[in-house]
Nanobody
């Protein structure tokens, strides 16, 4: 029904910046929440930042002041501007969205992107 595609990952030096983007496509009526999670292999995904259609924004404490999440609602896109990157930010980053879809008139279905790797190292 819906696909989420992330881009922007890569390797960066400590203190550097990366901007991730995620675009949802498919049978979308509206997107309630778009979020970024990160995951190290073998560990649970952790919420990095989330933005709701109502304007609520939240961040993982360790990224506050460094990361900014922005949504472009008409484009079904969310960005994560990551500044002041630290080695501990290294992870696969996944886009997550709660979406109202056309198929079956679903009011809230969660979709995940396939992930993009951000590596912060010297």
């Amino acid at each position: 029904q819906v696909q989420l595609v992330e881009s922007g990952g890569g390797s960066v030096l400590p203190g550097g910046s990366v901007e991730l983007s995620c675009t949802a496509s498919g049978s979308i009526v509206s997107i309630y929440t778009m979020s970024w999670f990160r995951q190290v292999s073998g560990k649970e995904r952790a919420l990095v930042a989330a933005a709701t259609s109502a304007g609520s924004i939240r961040y993982l404490d360790s990224v506050k002041g460094r990361f900014t999440i922005v949504r472009d609602i008409p484009k079904n896109t969310v960005y994560l501007q990551m500044n002041g990157l630290k080695p501990e930010d290294t992870a696969v980053h996944y886009c997550d969205a709660h979406i109202q879809t056309k198929q079956g008139y679903s009011l809230d279905t969660e979709y995940w992107g396939s992930g993009t790797l951000v590596t912060v190292s010297s």
